[in-house]
Protein backbone atom coordinates (compact mmCIF):
# COMPACT_ATOMS: atom_id res chain seq x y z
CA UNK A 1 0.00 0.00 0.00
CA UNK A 2 2.93 2.01 1.01
CA UNK A 3 4.70 1.59 -2.18
CA UNK A 4 1.49 2.04 -4.52
CA UNK A 5 1.14 5.30 -2.44
CA UNK A 6 4.90 6.33 -3.35
CA UNK A 7 4.23 5.53 -7.52
CA UNK A 8 1.06 7.90 -7.44
CA UNK A 9 2.66 10.63 -5.78
CA UNK A 10 5.40 10.19 -8.26
CA UNK A 11 3.87 10.62 -10.88
CA UNK A 12 1.40 13.72 -9.69
CA UNK A 13 5.23 15.50 -8.81
CA UNK A 14 6.25 14.77 -12.59
CA UNK A 15 3.05 15.72 -14.54
CA UNK A 16 3.41 19.00 -12.40
CA UNK A 17 6.59 19.76 -13.46
CA UNK A 18 6.42 18.79 -16.86
CA UNK A 19 3.28 20.98 -16.69
CA UNK A 20 4.81 23.89 -15.08
CA UNK A 21 7.57 23.55 -17.85
CA UNK A 22 4.93 23.95 -21.01
CA UNK A 23 4.78 20.35 -21.82
CA UNK A 24 7.96 18.41 -23.87
CA UNK A 25 6.44 19.21 -27.36
CA UNK A 26 7.82 22.94 -27.39
CA UNK A 27 11.17 21.73 -25.45
CA UNK A 28 14.47 21.92 -27.44
CA UNK A 29 17.15 19.12 -27.63
CA UNK A 30 18.90 20.22 -24.49
CA UNK A 31 15.33 20.68 -22.69
CA UNK A 32 14.05 17.34 -23.64
CA UNK A 33 17.47 15.63 -22.61
CA UNK A 34 16.82 17.44 -19.11
CA UNK A 35 13.04 16.43 -18.79
CA UNK A 36 14.54 12.52 -19.83
CA UNK A 37 17.38 13.19 -17.26
CA UNK A 38 14.40 14.03 -14.64
CA UNK A 39 12.01 11.13 -15.43
CA UNK A 40 14.89 8.49 -14.94
CA UNK A 41 15.73 10.10 -11.59
CA UNK A 42 12.03 10.27 -10.36
CA UNK A 43 12.20 6.44 -11.63
CA UNK A 44 15.29 5.27 -9.72
CA UNK A 45 13.61 7.21 -6.53
CA UNK A 46 9.89 5.73 -6.88
CA UNK A 47 11.71 2.15 -7.47
CA UNK A 48 14.48 2.17 -4.49
CA UNK A 49 13.66 -0.44 -2.04
CA UNK A 50 17.00 -0.93 -0.25
CA UNK A 51 20.04 1.23 -0.11
CA UNK A 52 23.74 0.16 1.03
CA UNK A 53 26.30 3.13 1.22
CA UNK A 54 29.70 4.17 2.61
CA UNK A 55 29.19 7.80 2.93
CA UNK A 56 31.01 10.84 5.05
CA UNK A 57 28.36 12.66 6.92
CA UNK A 58 29.09 16.49 8.48
CA UNK A 59 27.64 18.34 10.79
CA UNK A 60 28.38 22.12 10.74
CA UNK A 61 27.37 24.84 13.59
CA UNK A 62 28.95 28.27 14.54
CA UNK A 63 31.60 26.11 16.54
CA UNK A 64 32.94 23.75 13.33
CA UNK A 65 32.63 20.69 11.55
CA UNK A 66 32.08 17.05 12.71
CA UNK A 67 33.16 14.61 10.09
CA UNK A 68 32.03 11.00 11.05
CA UNK A 69 32.87 8.20 8.17
CA UNK A 70 29.92 5.76 8.25
CA UNK A 71 28.65 2.77 6.60
CA UNK A 72 24.51 3.28 6.09
CA UNK A 73 22.15 0.19 5.14
CA UNK A 74 18.44 1.47 5.08
CA UNK A 75 14.69 0.44 3.65
CA UNK A 76 12.11 2.72 2.44
CA UNK A 77 9.96 1.24 4.63
CA UNK A 78 12.03 2.98 7.68
CA UNK A 79 14.36 0.65 9.12
CA UNK A 80 17.89 1.72 9.16
CA UNK A 81 21.46 0.85 10.56
CA UNK A 82 24.33 3.23 10.31
CA UNK A 83 27.81 2.17 11.50
CA UNK A 84 30.71 5.08 12.24
CA UNK A 85 34.01 3.91 10.83
CA UNK A 86 35.81 7.10 12.02
CA UNK A 87 37.41 8.62 13.72
CA UNK A 88 39.49 6.58 15.97
CA UNK A 89 37.65 7.63 19.20
CA UNK A 90 33.76 6.54 17.67
CA UNK A 91 34.51 4.07 15.43
CA UNK A 92 32.68 0.70 15.80
CA UNK A 93 29.67 2.66 17.02
CA UNK A 94 26.63 1.19 15.39
CA UNK A 95 22.95 2.83 15.91
CA UNK A 96 20.28 0.28 14.35
CA UNK A 97 16.08 1.14 13.54
CA UNK A 98 13.81 -1.61 13.38
CA UNK A 99 11.10 0.84 12.81
CA UNK A 100 9.71 -0.22 16.25
CA UNK A 101 13.05 0.81 19.03
CA UNK A 102 16.37 2.30 17.97
CA UNK A 103 19.45 0.90 19.96
CA UNK A 104 22.85 2.19 19.47
CA UNK A 105 26.02 0.02 20.67
CA UNK A 106 29.81 -0.41 20.06
CA UNK A 107 30.58 -3.23 18.46
CA UNK A 108 34.58 -2.34 19.52
CA UNK A 109 34.16 -2.54 23.09
CA UNK A 110 33.69 -6.11 25.21
CA UNK A 111 30.80 -6.88 26.47
CA UNK A 112 29.08 -3.43 24.92
CA UNK A 113 26.05 -2.12 26.28
CA UNK A 114 22.65 -1.60 23.93
CA UNK A 115 20.93 1.51 25.01
CA UNK A 116 17.55 2.10 23.77
CA UNK A 117 17.47 5.88 22.27
CA UNK A 118 15.36 8.12 21.18
CA UNK A 119 15.04 9.20 17.41
CA UNK A 120 16.59 12.60 16.25
CA UNK A 121 16.14 14.30 13.33
CA UNK A 122 19.98 15.15 13.12
CA UNK A 123 20.45 11.23 12.55
CA UNK A 124 17.27 9.97 10.52
CA UNK A 125 17.46 13.01 7.87
CA UNK A 126 21.18 11.92 7.13
CA UNK A 127 19.20 8.72 5.06
CA UNK A 128 18.36 8.78 1.57
CA UNK A 129 14.95 7.27 2.36
CA UNK A 130 13.71 9.99 4.82
CA UNK A 131 14.63 12.64 1.70
CA UNK A 132 12.67 10.72 -0.86
CA UNK A 133 9.65 10.54 2.20
CA UNK A 134 10.29 14.76 2.27
CA UNK A 135 10.37 15.36 -1.53
CA UNK A 136 7.00 13.07 -1.87
CA UNK A 137 5.16 14.66 0.56
CA UNK A 138 6.64 18.44 0.20
CA UNK A 139 3.88 20.92 -0.77
CA UNK A 140 7.25 23.04 -2.14
CA UNK A 141 9.76 21.35 -4.35
CA UNK A 142 12.36 22.33 -6.52
CA UNK A 143 14.36 20.83 -9.20
CA UNK A 144 17.31 21.86 -11.88
CA UNK A 145 20.21 20.76 -13.27
CA UNK A 146 23.99 21.31 -11.93
CA UNK A 147 26.74 20.57 -14.35
CA UNK A 148 29.48 20.29 -12.68
CA UNK A 149 33.18 18.75 -13.67
CA UNK A 150 32.39 15.46 -12.53
CA UNK A 151 29.22 15.42 -14.95
CA UNK A 152 25.79 16.73 -15.19
CA UNK A 153 23.81 16.18 -12.25
CA UNK A 154 19.61 16.44 -11.44
CA UNK A 155 19.45 18.17 -8.17
CA UNK A 156 16.04 18.08 -6.47
CA UNK A 157 14.42 20.22 -3.22
CA UNK A 158 12.59 19.38 -0.45
CA UNK A 159 11.33 20.79 2.68
CA UNK A 160 12.12 18.90 5.66
CA UNK A 161 9.24 18.64 8.05
CA UNK A 162 8.78 19.49 11.63
CA UNK A 163 10.11 22.84 13.52
CA UNK A 164 13.95 22.44 13.72
CA UNK A 165 15.77 25.01 14.24
CA UNK A 166 18.44 24.17 11.91
CA UNK A 167 16.81 21.58 9.50
CA UNK A 168 14.56 23.42 7.07
CA UNK A 169 15.06 22.16 3.51
CA UNK A 170 17.30 19.19 2.04
CA UNK A 171 18.51 18.83 -1.36
CA UNK A 172 20.09 16.22 -3.37
CA UNK A 173 22.35 15.50 -6.20
CA UNK A 174 21.87 12.81 -8.45
CA UNK A 175 24.48 11.56 -11.36
CA UNK A 176 22.38 11.81 -14.80
CA UNK A 177 24.67 9.02 -16.09
CA UNK A 178 25.01 6.92 -13.53
CA UNK A 179 21.61 7.91 -11.56
CA UNK A 180 23.22 7.23 -8.36
CA UNK A 181 23.31 10.10 -5.67
CA UNK A 182 26.02 11.75 -5.37
CA UNK A 183 25.63 14.28 -2.52
CA UNK A 184 22.29 15.54 0.33
CA UNK A 185 22.66 18.39 1.91
CA UNK A 186 20.76 20.03 4.76
CA UNK A 187 20.01 23.36 5.09
CA UNK A 188 19.06 25.70 8.04
CA UNK A 189 16.09 28.30 7.20
CA UNK A 190 18.92 31.36 6.17
CA UNK A 191 20.23 28.90 3.48
CA UNK A 192 23.36 27.73 5.26
CA UNK A 193 24.48 24.08 4.95
CA UNK A 194 23.86 22.24 8.50
CA UNK A 195 24.00 18.79 7.63
CA UNK A 196 26.63 17.00 4.51
CA UNK A 197 26.46 13.66 3.15
CA UNK A 198 29.14 12.56 0.45
CA UNK A 199 28.50 9.39 -1.08
CA UNK A 200 31.36 7.49 -2.40
CA UNK A 201 29.97 4.15 -2.89
CA UNK A 202 26.22 3.82 -3.45
CA UNK A 203 24.26 0.19 -3.82
CA UNK A 204 20.56 0.12 -4.96
CA UNK A 205 17.94 -2.81 -4.00
CA UNK A 206 20.51 -4.86 -2.35
CA UNK A 207 19.52 -7.76 -0.18
CA UNK A 208 18.83 -6.52 3.49
CA UNK A 209 18.25 -9.31 6.09
CA UNK A 210 16.03 -8.47 9.14
CA UNK A 211 19.07 -9.32 11.48
CA UNK A 212 21.20 -5.94 10.13
CA UNK A 213 17.89 -4.09 12.14
CA UNK A 214 17.62 -5.96 15.38
CA UNK A 215 19.72 -7.47 17.94
Known sequence: MFKKALQITVAAVLLAVLAACGG???RGPADA???SAFERVQR???ELETYRAIATVEYRSNKGVNTYETIQHARISGEYRVEVTAPEHVAG????SDNAQIFQFNSRVNGSVNILVQETQERSEIFLTSFIKNYL???EISVSVSDMDEGVRTVLEANVPGDHPYLSTSRLWVDNESLVPVKLVI???DGTERIVVTYHVFEKNVPLLDALFTL
Open 24 to 26: TDM
Open 187 to 189: FDS
Open 93 to 96: SVTT
Open 33 to 35: EEV
Open 44 to 46: MLM
Open 137 to 139: QSD
